[in-house]
Structure formats: C-alpha cells, structure tokens
C-alpha cells in the first residue's frame, strides 16, 4: 500500500515496495554458434582479431585518374618549383621521397583515417588564433606581437591542414 503525503501543496507518493535490481543488467548474452563466448550485457566484448576490411589506395592511380599532374603544369606550378630550384632530379639527389617514406608520409596519405585528423588540425588551428587575440590583452607591444604570429600561423596552418584533407580525400576516393 501506499501512502500520500502532501508538502508545500505538491502530493508526495512513497511506494512500499521493495527495489529489484533491473533484470537486464545481471542478463548475459551468449554467442548462438555454439562458440561459448559470454560477454555481460552493456560491456563490450573483445574486439581482438576482428579482421577490418579496408580496400587499398592507390595513390598513384587517382593521381594519374585525376590528371593532376597536367593541372599543376598547366597552373605553372612545376615551372614555379623550378624556378625556386626544386625539380624532380633535385628531389631525388636529395632523397626527399625516401624521407617521406621514413617519416609516414607517403604511408599516412593511404590511411583512411587521415583526412578526418587532417580536418580536426585544420579546425583546430583556425579556432585558436581567434582565441588567442580574445584572451591575450593588448597591454604591451609584445603582446600585440605574440597576438599576430599565433594568429598567422594558426590561420596558415589550419588553412594548409584543410586543403591537404581535402586533397588526401579525394585521393582516396575510388573512382
């Protein structure tokens, strides 16, 4: 049975019954293959040796799908590299393809996941040279400084890191 009370005009129901604990919280959920796995209900089983099917990049087959090559001759990208003495035969003397390889470069442009860090950097910085000029005080003269060059680096990068998603997701798009 339950009683009524009434406090401050708003009517108060206490029930006399006694708590249960919630039934699907003791459950457990057992594979029907007849593997035998248990796993609790709401705890996540383990994801080892789940195999993750992702198809493979081909980098080189979007660049020559896309023609970018041709695009950047015909912006006057490759003659502005030459002129700034970066040529093909410079960057193999160099062994800059190496590096990049040694580095993950090349490695991180085929990983699906890239373009979305790639995004988050790029939203990241343009959101902390606005900051930086709202909290940062104009008191000094080094303060105005410290303001600027945070704000164009931040605007710099965060601009670069949105055009290389960009372009990175649009390699690994398949055709």
Same mark, same amino acid.
């Given at each position: 049975?339950?009683?009524?009370?009434?406090?401050?005009?708003?009517?108060?129901?206490?029930?006399?019954?006694?708590?249960?604990?919630?039934?699907?919280?003791?459950?457990?959920?057992?594979?029907?293959?007849?593997? +035998?796995?248990?796993?609790?209900? +709401?705890?996540? +089983?383990?994801? %080892? +040796? =789940?195999?993750? #099917?992702?198809p493979s990049?081909?980098?080189?087959?979007? =660049?020559? %799908?896309?023609?970018?090559?041709?695009?950047?001759?015909?912006?006057? @990208? @490759?003659?502005?590299?030459?002129?700034?003495?970066?040529?093909?035969?410079?960057i193999e003397?160099? &062994?800059?393809?190496?590096?990049?390889? %040694? @580095?993950?470069?090349?490695?991180?442009?085929? *990983?699906?996941g890239t373009?979305?860090?790639?995004?988050?950097?790029?939203?990241? #910085?343009?959101?902390?040279?606005?900051?930086?000029?709202?909290?940062?005080? %104009? *008191?000094?003269?080094?303060?105005?400084?410290?303001?600027?060059?945070?704000?164009?680096?931040? =605007?710099? &990068?965060?601009?670069?890191?949105?055009?290389?998603?960009?372009?990175?997701?649009?390699?690994?798009?398949?055709?």
């Open positions: 049975m339950a009683t009524v009370a009434i406090v401050n005009s708003v009517p108060l129901v206490r029930s006399l019954a006694a708590q249960r604990p919630i039934r699907s919280a003791t459950k457990t959920i057992v594979s029907r293959r007849g593997t +035998g796995t248990v796993f609790p209900l +709401g705890k996540p +089983g383990p994801r %080892e +040796g =789940v195999p993750v #099917l992702t990049v081909k980098l080189l087959t979007r =660049v020559e %799908e896309l023609r970018l090559l041709s695009k950047a001759e015909k912006a006057g @990208l @490759l003659t502005a590299a030459e002129k700034f003495g970066l040529s093909l035969s410079t003397k160099l &062994g800059l393809l190496s590096k990049a390889e %040694e @580095l993950g470069v090349l490695s991180a442009a085929a *990983d699906p373009p979305s860090i790639l995004y988050t950097l790029s939203l990241f #910085l343009l959101i902390l040279g606005p900051i930086c000029v709202y909290i940062v005080p %104009e *008191d000094y003269t080094w303060e105005v400084v410290l303001q600027t060059i945070i704000a164009v680096l931040s =605007v710099t &990068g965060g601009s670069i890191a949105f055009a290389a998603s960009s372009l990175v997701s649009t390699l690994q798009k398949s055709s």
